[in-house]
């Protein structure tokens, strides 16, 4: 073992503030120095650096060390937060705290939000574990400077996570999040951080969200419970989050009681037993829901991940209950929100997605008269759509099932307020005797079959991803799926390729912001000459061989 990287770790436990921490590295440095190689290679693995700010904060094992979720990293990051707001004109104004029911994660908010009130600042902390949006509404609602909110999403259970909002509820960008990491690296040991308890519980933050999410539907009805538009049966899971009760209560205030849990995912519980990968998204995460829903004979099915800021809706097609994609349940949200809009309250509105979703929204814009943009991935781009501001934004979605349904009150994504409006269009469909996979039919004869899917190659390497990307820059493909294609490299603004060719083909290569994985989004679009059964066809015999062309090009999974 290097001698700098004992001295360094000795230095860090000195400097620990939870005596659980110092222990763990004081046995982890012991084995290292008695030989072990693994012990080595852990305890330089922790104490490499500090955790970089992703896609919209940070994310890391809880363990300790420099380079881990802790309370040591959770002080000193809130320090270089706190040294930045004041650098820049923010000092003592309000900052907002919340979190989810990981591991850590109450002691963590503690911790940020000890930080901040003696830095000087007017620290409001959420009554206990809520969910993402919450605190993003709140930091809106409180003309916050800040909200910091401990969650690591839908990450595995063994991480945790650092999300930070700037005033307005939005996310960080270049050059602030570098400016962030480098007040964080200058920051002083966890031991020396000042840390007070001086702080105020807002207890009506849940109260103000629910208040705004129940008056979303836009259908027939509004949010009435009144009338044939409210009459839906949901099956409903929060994948073991913090998310079920504030969703039932929103639907409840909706128009919708007629809700069923996952009751073995409806508790929070760190550990996640039944969801290893606690991601909407992942295979088999929501199997249990999709069983309740047959067993139930629902009309929608809704998940939510385990902080509620992503939603996903699952339905009835051809007798069989299936997830529909997150760029499926974009176009639907986007049509039904646009078709009901008030163009008095918004006389210019426009719609966004990303550069890794379907492009159908596009389309869907065009043909109601609404502005459209595409961003780069991120929320924190999105709601920086058009103007750099987002101004006029009333709609914004990633396929990553992430959607922004009511900007003026989240500027982010936020489950519940989608789960409210998905069964909003539900409802509404379910009235007329219409159906979400009919409606998104009539979508595809209007707009042309829109078809994506997603590869991941996932690795314990980041230089594996690294070299992949390097790869493909010094040498780009001529052709996919027979294809004559061009790649468009998107640096400096992103770390990404783009990939197009004729009939809507389109591939983006990106390391992710949040896993270890480099992620291939592709799509083809095929219209409808003769039956839509035939362009369907068409479309998913082109998205296979060209899912088969990406994952050669990648070595994908």
Known sequence: MRAELAAATRRWIDHDVDAGSREELRALLAAAEAGSTDAVRELDERMSGQPGFGTAGVRAPVRAGANGMNRAVVVRTTAGVASWLADHGFGGGTAVVGRDARHGSAEFAADAAGVL????????????????????????????????????????????????????????????????????????????????????????????????????????????????????????????????????????????????????????????????????????????????????????????????????????????????????????????????????????????????????????????????????????????????????????????LGHCVDPDRVRDKDGISTAVLGCDLAATAKAAGRDLPGLLDALFAEHGVHRTGQLSVRVTDLTVIAGIMARLRAEPPAALARVPVRTEDLLPDTDALLVTGAGGLRLVVRPSGTEPKLKCYFQVVEQVGGTLAEAKAAADRRLAELREAVSDLVGGD
Not at 232 to 237: E, G, K, N, P, S
Not at 281 to 306: F, R, S, W, Y
């Open 117 to 400: 009130a003696a830095a000087g600042f007017d620290v409001r902390v959420l009554p206990g574990p809520l969910p993402t949006p919450v605190l993003a509404a709140a930091v809106r609602d409180l003309d916050a400077v800040a909200g910091v909110q401990i969650t690591a999403s839908h990450n595995p259970p063994r991480d945790n996570g650092y999300k930070l909002y700037l005033r307005g509820g939005i996310h960080l960008v270049s050059p602030t999040d570098t400016e962030v990491e480098e007040a964080i690296a200058a920051a002083p040991p966890a031991a020396e951080v000042p840390r007070a308890e001086s702080w105020t519980t807002q207890h009506d933050a849940l109260e103000n969200y629910l208040s705004r999410v129940a008056v979303l539907p836009r259908g027939p009805a509004g949010g009435s419970a009144q009338g044939p538009a409210r009459r839906l049966r949901i099956a409903a899971t929060a994948l073991h989050g913090v998310g079920a009760r504030p969703l039932v209560e929103a639907l409840r205030r909706a128009g919708f009681d007629d809700v069923h849990l996952v009751a073995a995912q409806t508790e929070p519980d760190p550990d996640f037993p039944t969801a290893e990968f606690p991601n909407p998204e992942e295979p088999g995460a929501t199997d249990l829901l999709l069983e309740l829903a047959e067993e139930v004979d629902a009309d929608l099915a809704v998940a939510l991940d385990p902080d509620a800021d992503r939603c996903a809706l699952g339905v009835r097609e051809d007798g069989r209950w299936r997830m529909l994609r997150g760029d499926e349940t974009g176009v639907l949200l986007g049509d039904h929100l646009l078709s009901h809009l008030d163009r008095t309250a918004h006389p210019d509105p426009l719609v966004a997605t990303t550069v890794v979703s379907s492009s159908m929204l596009r389309s869907v814009a065009e043909r109601r008269g609404v502005r459209f943009d595409e961003t780069l991935t991120g929320f924190k781009w999105l709601v920086r759509a058009g103007d750099g501001n987002g101004t006029g934004l009333v709609y914004a979605y990633e396929e990553a």
